[in-house]
């Protein structure tokens, strides 16, 4: 279709920690990548096209209209590079689970026993490393300095670091999604209209709505159960009502319930509503307040213990992709025991 | 969207000395300073008794003086004197949820003896109200219309007294009953311990009074089949199934049966005489008319017989009558669907009920009615014979947790007593046996009733459980244990009556199910607290009165009757319901419809509104527990006047300096 | 408020904690009202604030108080069966529960978060549990001290 | 523009056009020629520690993160140790999907290298100016093949997302099986489409015939010492020594003159394979175990191996399709005899092997038990052993997944060897050999930067996955030290 541009937007992709899904991501746009290039200038986008960072440092401060950024704050470069995104951009977007909530990247805030050094350079059974060396910030080879960037102790979201416009939701953010982008640009475009500042591009309700899945008349469970233990899934019927975990009830609408129709529990990577602060505390309320709720009322203290007992890795489960903005993440472990 | 603050808070803070209660340990001149100071208040004031008069007019005055929109009151529990302070605000022209109590007497002065800290925390908990109060909005009750008509399900003594009492207050009922006569169990009985009343001339006046009563509208061989909506406003579906004789036309005349050539058991004697395929239950049935028996007759439809059509002079009777489905809308229900007795076929230890002279209490009971098989007199059902030794066997299938019943089911001793006693009467010369394990007689009268059966009409009791009962000759051996001697007794009995106990009747679990109403282990309908709302179910709008509820006697079960019909006039004696209007809200934009609410809420207030396809709160039943609020994933639902951004702020104002 | 001479020998490493205690309005509330009114004494350190059913606490206020700065956290409900609203307290033990269970994994002590059936007539327990519950987070740091690694995140 | 300093560092950073973050520091001697290049990693993320007390089935759901690009290898190895760690082999259904999707990735992800990220070095001849050696400057020159490469990657990409939900992250594949099947119009629709990726991977062969095998110069720069090295080769490879993107767990490593070195099975990799340490890099090492850690170095007695599509093309005999065993033999012909040590060969490796999954998927796409009604075994906790290794040739080379759980089935430990760490040492090897080609006295240009990001380029890394460890930077920086060691440039190129 016939687009007629005054001028084409300058769009810079900036990346964090992240695994570069958000790249094919746009790239899954197929042949509406031609449709994106007529209203698009790209003016930066390393894993794509050749630009470099001083590509980037090397533009006027607002030059570029829209800044993407993907990945989380892992490293302390991360933090330099959303920085230098942010100076050079009138908006910047947060695009993708990682830069919106941190993502699978902030699973490594969680507490572990061992430290991750160990265990990937001492601890992994085919590293032989016997005088135990580590990487190092700085590494003097025949008199140069080798230097690698410092790892933070958390890996946080974008909007931690730099202060975010707009928010696209998702790992990675799905077509439906990407085309609500391009056309929020293409409005910008013509008529230089905006969504309000912080609007999350995704649904406004939750996931149950759209996933279609009929409600039995009561929702109640004794237990989760794996997808690979349980007898039969049911593909018509709520996957939680069958005992199959899914935060389908306290995730965004808007990924056209890609998982659910392939009878697997959504894990929440379009994060919460704009109402809800913790995405895993809220999704524990909803999921224990169900909890074998039929039947209540026989149950003793130590019975309800003992089904808690069941449920799988509640930090990981329910904190998939959102602990990096997560109230729990902000607590601290006490000193003492 | 935040709706915006637009007017002003302007908050007015009344701290009251309470005499020396508060003032002890709490620094009021300091306490004041700090809230002027810390908070954004518009005034503070104290008095020495903020609920007397001058406190009152205190309150009134600086309201309409400095036109404050929120009030604080720093005082004793709310549980006091909430309803003082906001009716006095209410009269200075605020809403009254525009005030809140701060308690500093309960929760700081009468516990802690540090005056400074007891004053620092006197000060957060009114830092902690004024959050709450800046975010209340003006409320009014919630006003439910009500349905001013009751419907009682069951037309035993229970019903029939609870509807009496509803219509003699003056508002319409509606009784159903599922067989063809009211009048229940008791309508079965001959006499009634512990006065040895004719069961039927104190039963049928009542039976009389229901028919002629101008409010009472009676629905026989109905059932109700589905009960919607709430308190107030219940839609009820009665289906009424068909009499094929017009109860107006029937005049009683008895002709049809002589020609009618179906003979079945007769359910009212206990199958122990027979019956036609059309008959009348018992003379005084109400209503007084003849009945055709749908399964036993030859055939209505296709018409096979009509015998008695042909013979009926006044034509009463109508092969075409269909069953009908009654919608009626009713204010209140009360559940009286009565008990049946513990089956003589479960016992195996006595012969599984399979001889016909061990039968059960109720048979007895119909030996002894003059309108009974045998009019009266005390005949064997095997051969008809005045029986010369009767066995009565109390707790038969009660008090056996291991094979029967568990439970006690209070009236069997009695009833057996009355038994022995009547038989005494009418075979003088007859030896009545008792076996008990104890004999409880806990009612009035009930002690000087059993003394008078021991003693004066020589009804010998054993203290013993009967192990077991065998066939010997034409009479029954009968072996227990006397465990006050300590010896095996055995006796040879032409009679065995066996004291079965009370269990939930069908009717009773079946309308369990259809209102949705919670059973307790045993089955019986579960009270909403067993001991100070006996006759509450735990649905609002909805009573329970008689065995349904559990074994007890009739006059138990009268007064439980009356105590329902007056909680369910209490709910028609108004136009409208007022209720506590801090319920949930749903904010329809982040909804998911994702059911949580809906099975989170324990009064099932939440629901899904097909028509517009959104989760809507029911206000009538809502009870503002917020366990939905706290459950909703998507953050949708909020309690007015307490919401989460409320709460938190009141945490954060606990914790700040 | 830096802790005296003597309180260090007794191990109190925080002489003033902030405990925010939940009270429902039907059980627990009216058990705090009445240790009030039979003039029991308890440490002035746990901060009252009531909901009307312990199945009103949603898990983030849990979290937010200790953000907020609270040293500890007391939920008091009535005990199985006594709910003024049926069935909320069974609600409650389980979100709740889970929640302690969240705590404990990022490391928080589990003395500073507890659960506790309190009925309308258990004034004496209510005195037991708030001073314990004091008595316990005098000898652990204050939260968001630095002593506990509050504030060590740059 | 020349550059007339005398720098004595050369770092390239970002290495762009290349999935994941890196930077490439060259060291310069007096006379300005290339004493050494250290190509080092950036990024860890900490996949190995996070997945520890996960239950396996989430585990699934979590490494494809590890790469955004590769998912679907990061989605099926774990998955075929979580069936080795239930003791369950899944149904055939199960088993013909996770292998069509498989295929389907190596496609998507074989075609998003070499069109987006390769061939414009191949096509669009000496690097001018930047922002034009891309997917955008190719659909520019060459319109239909950059048309045509977009709907063949679409294809595959909704191939993926028919039997995964999503193309990119993975949901359905479980222990046990796959928790949906698929309908037969869907099946149809995947044969038409598997029958165009065949057409595509004709077109593709006869562009590098056209562009690159005919063009003198590309040639020489293929044969050049600069892009050579003598190396042991890793692959997968199925009963009779054939090309296996799925089935297979069997292992065979052959050396530098295509001589057998080792056959093993997948779960006694560790037997053979070791990972080394440096301090400059957070990528490590692996060489092969019987022959040690030699350095950065090249040659028979070195424990470097290679792996990707060229080294799998030499570690197998025979392809079972006929017209990729065609394109195979013609690709060795002039490239003289296997095994070919061509570093520029990985790309035409990479054609032959789009080719071949073409070819595999119409294969799969007609097998009646594709659509079949039984997708998945019903498993219980007490089948769980305990520990389990699962193996597959991802686009990038092999991938090992290796978990231990306990009884529950929760993870305890979990090791994972990935494609391109593989590839490591070779990498570092290639790009010094490539600068100092490219770097003589101190001169260097745009191109000859290019060039030696060409020779990074081959192996397709993918540092995220590489590094499945840590947070990464800018793909690849340049940074230029002189002799006195300071650093006197960190950026080479100007817009």
């Not at chain 2, 008069?53 to 009151?73: H, M």
């Not at chain 2, 008895?254 to 027979?274: G, K, M």
């Not at chain 4, 069109?115 to 060459?142: C, R, S």
Request: proline share 5%; glycine share 8%; net charge negative.
């Amino acid at each position: 279709m016939e687009v007629i541009v005054m001028n084409k937007l300058k769009v810079a992709v900036a990346l964090g920690a992240t695994c570069a899904g958000c790249d094919v991501a746009i790239l899954d746009l197929n042949e509406k990548i031609l449709d994106v290039i007529e209203i698009v200038d790209f003016v930066f986008w390393p894993t794509a096209m050749d630009f470099k960072l001083d590509d980037l440092k090397a533009l006027k401060d607002g030059e570029v209209d829209v800044g993407l950024y993907h990945g989380a704050i892992g490293t302390e470069e991360d933090e330099e590079i959303a920085k230098i995104l942010r100076k050079k951009s009138k908006i910047v977007v947060a695009f993708g689970a990682c830069a919106n909530f941190g993502g699978i990247p902030s699973l490594t805030n969680m507490p572990y026993e061992s430290k991750m050094f160990d265990v990937v350079y001492k601890e992994s059974p085919s590293t032989s490393n016997p005088e135990g060396t580590l990487p190092q910030k700085e590494t003097e080879i025949e008199g140069t300095k080798l230097t690698l960037p410092g790892i933070r102790k958390r890996a946080d979201s974008l909007n931690s670091v730099i202060d975010v416009d707009y928010y696209v939701p998702g790992c990675p953010p799905m077509v439906p999604l990407i085309e609500q982008v391009v056309d929020v640009l293409r409005v910008f475009v013509e008529k230089g209209t905006l969504p309000p500042k912080g609007a999350v591009i995704a649904g406004q309700d939750t996931l149950c709505k759209e996933c279609g899945r009929t409600k039995p008349e009561t929702i109640s469970y004794k237990e989760f159960v794996s997808p690979q233990e349980v007898k039969e899934i049911d593909p018509d019927l709520c996957l939680l009502s069958q005992g199959i975990l899914c935060l389908g009830p306290a995730t965004r609408s808007g990924c056209g319930a890609l998982c659910t129709k392939m009878n697997v529990g959504c894990r929440g990577c379009l994060g919460p509503t704009d109402k809800v602060d913790d995405h895993g505390l809220k999704m524990i309320s909803a999921l224990t307040s169900l909890l074998e709720v039929e039947h209540e009322e026989e149950y003793t203290e130590e019975d309800f213990d003992k089904l808690l007992e069941k449920i799988p890795d509640p930090l990981g489960t329910f904190y998939r992709f959102t602990y990096g903005v997560s109230m729990i993440s902000k607590l601290h472990p006490d000193k003492e025991e | 969207m935040k709706k915006e603050m637009d007017e002003k808070k302007k908050v007015g803070v009344f701290v009251c000395h309470c005499g020396r209660n508060i003032a002890q340990t709490v620094d009021i001149e300091k306490l004041m300073e700090k809230v002027r100071e810390k908070y954004d208040v518009e005034l503070v004031e104290d008095n020495m008794y903020m609920c007397s008069d001058p406190g009152q007019n205190l309150l009134k005055e600086s309201i309409q003086a400095k036109n404050l929109n929120r009030v604080i009151v720093a005082a004793c529990s709310r549980d006091m004197h909430e309803p003082t302070f906001r009716s006095a605000a209410q009269e200075a022209g605020l809403n009254p949820y525009l005030v809140e109590i701060a308690n500093i007497r309960e929760q700081v002065s009468w516990v802690h003896d540090d005056k400074e800290k007891a004053t620092e925390k006197a000060s957060k908990i009114i830092g902690s109200t004024i959050e709450k109060v800046i975010r209340d909005e003006p409320l009014e009750p919630l006003k439910i219309p009500v349905v001013q008509r009751a419907l009682v399900i069951g037309g035993g003594i229970a019903g029939i007294q609870a509807a009496l009492d509803i219509a003699d207050a003056g508002y319409e009922v509606t009784l159903v009953e599922k067989s063809p006569t009211i009048g229940g169990h008791m309508a079965q009985l001959a006499e009634t311990f512990p006065t040895l009343d004719c069961s039927q001339c104190i039963l049928t006046p009542k039976m009389v009074a229901v028919s002629r009563h101008p409010k009472i509208n009676l629905l026989t061989t109905s059932e109700v089949v589905s009960v919607d909506g709430y308190v107030g406003n219940f839609k009820v579906q009665i289906r009424k199934n068909p009499r094929y004789v017009d109860v107006d036309k029937c005049n009683l005349c008895d002709d049809c049966t002589a020609v009618c050539p179906v003979v079945v058991h007769d359910e009212y004697n206990q199958s122990l005489s027979p019956r036609k395929a059309i008959y009348i239950p018992f003379p005084q049935a109400v209503p007084a008319s003849y009945v055709i028996d749908e399964e036993t007759c030859l055939g209505i439809d296709p018409l096979i017989c009509s015998k008695c059509k042909d013979v009926c002079l006044v034509e009463a009777i109508n092969f075409d009558m269909q069953p009908e489905i009654i919608e009626e809308e009713f204010g209140a229900i009360i559940v009286a669907t009565g008990y049946d007795t513990y089956p003589i076929e479960n016992i195996g230890e006595y012969g599984y009920g399979a001889h016909p002279d061990i039968i059960s209490g109720l048979d007895f009971e119909r030996l002894l009615s003059a309108n009974g098989p045998t009019q009266g007199v005390i005949r064997r059902p095997s051969d008809g014979k005045v029986p010369k030794t009767v066995v009565f066997v109390h707790c038969a299938g009660s008090r056996d947790p291991a094979k029967h019943l568990p439970y006690c089911s209070k009236i069997c001793c009695m009833y057996s007593t009355k038994h022995a006693l009547q038989y005494k009467h009418l075979v003088h010369d007859g030896t009545a046996i008792n076996f008990y394990i104890d004999v409880r007689t806990a009612g009035k009268d009930y002690e000087e009733f059993y003394k008078r059966a021991a003693e004066e009409e020589k009804v010998i009791y054993v203290r013993g459980k009967v192990s077991e009962i065998i066939e010997d000759g034409d009479q029954l051996l009968v072996k227990a244990v006397d465990t006050l001697l300590g010896e095996a007794v055995e006796v040879h009995a032409d009679l065995v009556v066996l004291a079965t106990g009370l269990v939930p009747s069908k009717g009773t679990q079946e309308i369990s199910h259809l209102l949705k109403l919670s059973c307790d282990s045993k089955g019986f309908l579960k009270e909403a607290h067993p001991k100070l709302k006996p006759v509450e179910s735990a649905l609002s709008g909805i009573f329970i009165a008689g065995t349904a509820s559990g074994p007890k006697d009739i006059p138990e079960t009268v007064s439980q009757a009356s105590g329902a019909a007056a909680k369910a006039a209490t709910i028609l004696a108004s136009e409208f319901l007022e209720r506590e209007p801090q319920i949930a809200q749903v904010d329809p934009t982040t909804c998911g419809l994702c059911h949580t609410c809906i099975n989170v809420c324990p009064y099932g207030a939440i629901y899904l509104d097909e028509g517009v396809g959104r989760i809507t709160v029911r206000e009538a039943l809502c009870e503002g527990c917020g366990s939905c609020a706290a459950a909703c994933p998507s953050g949708s639902i909020e309690l007015k006047n307490s919401t989460s951004e409320g709460i938190r702020a009141r945490i954060k104002a606990l914790l700040q300096g | 408020m830096s802790t005296s001479k003597q309180e260090q020998e007794s191990g109190i490493k925080n002489p003033n904690p902030k405990i925010v205690l939940f009270l429902c309005r039907w059980c627990s509330g009216k058990g705090a009202d009445l240790a009030g009114t039979s003039r029991l004494n308890y440490p002035p350190n746990v901060l009252p604030i009531m909901v009307n059913c312990t199945s009103r606490i949603d898990p983030r206020f849990i979290v937010e108080a200790f953000l907020d700065g609270a040293d500890g956290v007391l939920v008091t409900g009535c005990h199985f069966g006594d709910c003024h609203y049926k069935t909320g307290n069974y609600k409650a033990y389980r979100r709740l529960s889970l929640v302690a269970k969240l705590l404990k994994q990022v490391g928080v002590n589990p003395k500073r978060f507890r659960l506790t059936w309190i009925s309308a007539t258990e004034a004496t327990k209510f005195v037991k549990v708030t001073t314990e519950m004091v008595e316990d987070l005098k000898k652990l740091p204050p939260y968001w001290s630095d002593e506990n690694g509050g504030n060590s995140d740059e | 523009m020349n550059q007339e300093l005398n720098p004595n560092i050369v770092t390239i950073e970002p290495v762009t056009r290349l999935e994941g973050l890196a930077k490439i520091t060259v060291l310069l001697n007096d006379e300005g020629n290339v004493k050494d290049a250290f190509y080092q990693v950036v990024e860890l993320r900490g996949f190995e520690r996070f997945v520890q007390g996960r239950p396996i089935e989430e585990v699934l759901r979590i490494t494809p993160r590890i790469c955004g690009v590769c998912p679907i290898p990061h989605h099926l190895a774990p998955a075929i140790a979580a069936d080795r760690i239930y003791g369950v082999d899944p149904p055939k259904t199960a088993k013909l999907l996770r292998e069509m999707m498989a295929l389907g990735h190596i496609v998507h992800s074989h075609i998003l290298h070499f069109y987006a990220f390769a061939l414009p070095d191949f096509a669009l001849g000496e690097k001018k100016e930047p922002g034009t050696h891309n997917i955008i400057g190719l659909a520019k020159t060459f319109p239909d093949v950059a048309k045509a490469a977009i709907k063949a990657r679409g294809d595959a990409q909704k191939i993926q997302a028919m039997i995964g939900a999503k193309a990119t992250h993975p949901v359905t594949v479980i222990p046990g099986g796959i928790s949906k099947g698929v309908t037969k119009e869907d099946t149809e629709k995947m044969l038409e489409m598997s029958n165009n990726i065949v057409e595509f991977g004709k077109l593709g062969l006869k562009v590098f015939e056209d562009l690159v095998v005919k063009n003198k110069d590309q040639m020489a720069l293929i044969n050049s010492d600069a892009y050579k090295m003598d190396t042991y080769y890793m692959s997968i490879v199925g009963p009779k020594n054939t090309l296996d993107f799925y089935n297979s767990q069997t292992v065979r490593v052959i050396d530098s003159k295509g001589k057998e070195f080792a056959k093993f099975e997948s779960d006694k990799y560790l037997d053979y394979i070791d990972e080394h340490v440096e301090p400059w890099s957070y990528l490590k090492f692996p060489y092969l175990k019987q022959i040690g850690w030699k350095g950065l170095v090249d040659g028979p007695n070195s424990g470097v191996f290679r792996v990707n599509a060229l080294a799998r093309l030499n570690v197998v005999d025979k392809i079972e399709t006929p017209l990729a065993q065609e394109a195979m033999e013609n690709m060795y012909d002039v490239l003289g005899g296997k095994p070919a040590h061509h570093t520029l060969g990985f790309n035409w490796a990479r054609l032959v092997e789009i080719l071949y999954c073409g070819e595999k998927m119409v294969e799969l796409a007609q097998d009646p038990d594709f659509y079949g009604p039984k997708f998945r075994e019903q498993l219980s906790k007490d089948m769980i052993t305990g520990e389990g290794v699962g193996a597959i040739e991802a686009p990038r080379g092999t991938l090992y997944h290796h978990y231990k759980t306990d009884k529950e089935g929760k993870v305890t430990k979990a090791n994972i060897i990935v494609a391109t760490t593989n590839n490591n040492a070779a990498i570092c090897l290639s790009v010094k050999k490539a600068a100092q080609e490219m770097i003589k006295k101190g001169q260097y240009n745009d191109d000859g930067l290019n060039k030696i990001e060409m020779a990074f380029r081959a192996y397709d890394p993918c540092l995220a996955c590489a590094t499945h460890a840590m947070v990464g930077q800018m793909p690849l920086k340049v940074e230029i030290y002189d002799s006195k060691k300071n650093k006197i440039r960190e950026l080479t190129r100007k817009l």
